[in-house]
């Protein structure tokens, strides 16, 4: 495992220079899991983990993490977003792998040692220090296929961040034959989804130069491969409603959240295409993307049975604009609600 250095590159104040999640801090907090529980969580040097060719995680996909961000607030402290709800998704994913369930309270101990010995290397807003819990089966096992990994390991790895997707509007293939994953999988945040949605997507990219796919099995609108989505009308959002047919995103929460408190009409439903495609020629139409690593991102174009659309009138997002503030405006410490 190589891991780059981010003092040399990265000081307090300055956005990050390098590419989303290829920069790592040099410490991080560490736990394992064996016979006897869980062992008390410590901090090491990112480099010195490594994983035996054997290790269960790589064969039998015995894997899950979880993606947060810490901000740098005016004052010069460095608090990570909702970090419990991260804490419980993890605890449910590991859960639906038959992984150790971590303790809550180590979890979250261990998140926020690892905020405090990489705040240094934190990056002003919109720069941040992205969080990745990690717990692997470590097993050095390869006949346990039907065996659930009687070891493990959790870390949270950090990455010093700047934004994560290009400034410009997206463009996204409506996917109407597969799903992303199976019905029972979509709530688990764990690498197995993600390896299953990449032909799709790279084949999106290929043939339409879409960004991104988003998974509408049976014309049923569900989620992209790695965010969530919203339809924008006006002061209307539009979500598809809580399934477990797709992640629960706590950008997606927060957004929700800051929609009501505007007096917005949320409505959290079924969402078709056909539906999406009579919405989109509005005029005040809107569709943007959520996730932590994105935030909020603009859709500019639906690829929609090999014909692309555009969204709206091109180029115009303000209702996605000021939630993105909104919401980045919590995050970074400016403005303060009783729910984060
Ligand atoms: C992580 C993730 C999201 C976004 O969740 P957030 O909590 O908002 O970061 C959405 N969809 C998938 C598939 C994800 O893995």
Redesign the pocket.
């Known amino acids: 495992m190589t891991v780059t250095s981010a003092a040399a590159d990265v000081t307090g104040g300055e956005p990050a220079p390098a590419k989303f999640g290829t920069v790592f801090g040099e410490r991080m907090a560490i736990a394992s899991f064996g016979p006897t529980g869980w062992a008390p969580m410590s901090v090491v040097e990112t480099d010195s983990v490594s994983f035996g060719p054997a290790t269960h995680a790589l064969h039998y996909a015995s894997a899950c993490f979880e993606?947060l961000k810490a901000h740098r607030r005016p004052d010069g402290s460095v608090r990570s977003f909702r970090a419990d709800r991260?804490v419980e998704r993890m605890r449910q994913s590991a859960d639906r792998l038959c992984l150790p369930v971590p303790p809550t309270d180590l979890l979250s101990e261990m998140i926020a040692e690892t905020v405090a010995v990489n705040a240094d290397i934190t990056p002003s807003p919109p720069g941040a220090l992205y969080l990745r819990p990690t717990l692997i089966g470590t097993d050095h096992d390869i006949g346990a296929a039907a065996t659930p990994s009687a070891g493990a390991l959790l870390y949270v790895l950090a990455s010093p961040v700047g934004e994560y997707l290009p400034p410009r509007a997206l463009r996204i293939l409506v996917e109407t034959d597969g799903a992303?994953t199976t019905p029972q999988f979509g709530v688990v945040?764990t690498g197995a989804?993600y390896a299953m949605a990449l032909s799709v997507i790279r084949a999106a990219r290929d043939e339409h130069g879409a960004d991104q796919v988003l998974f509408a099995p049976d014309g049923v609108i569900e989620?992209t491969?790695?965010?969530?989505i919203v339809f924008l009308d006006g002061e209307r959002l539009i979500s598809p409603a809580l399934t477990d047919a797709?992640?629960h995103?706590?950008?997606?929460d927060s957004l929700l959240r800051l929609a009501r408190d505007r007096g917005w009409q949320v409505e959290e439903r079924e969402v078709t295409v056909d539906e999406i495609v009579e919405l989109i020629d509005r005029p005040t139409a809107e569709v943007a993307l959520?996730?932590?690593?994105a935030v909020l991102a603009s859709v500019g174009e639906l690829v929609v049975r090999g014909e692309v659309l555009s969204v709206g009138t091109a180029g115009q997002s303000p209702r996605t604009d000021e939630l993105r503030s909104a919401l980045t405006d919590i995050q970074t410490g400016r403005v303060s609600v009783d729910w984060a």
């Open positions: 993606g991260h992303r945040k989804n989620e491969g790695a965010s969530n797709f992640l995103g706590v950008t997606r959520s996730g932590t690593a």
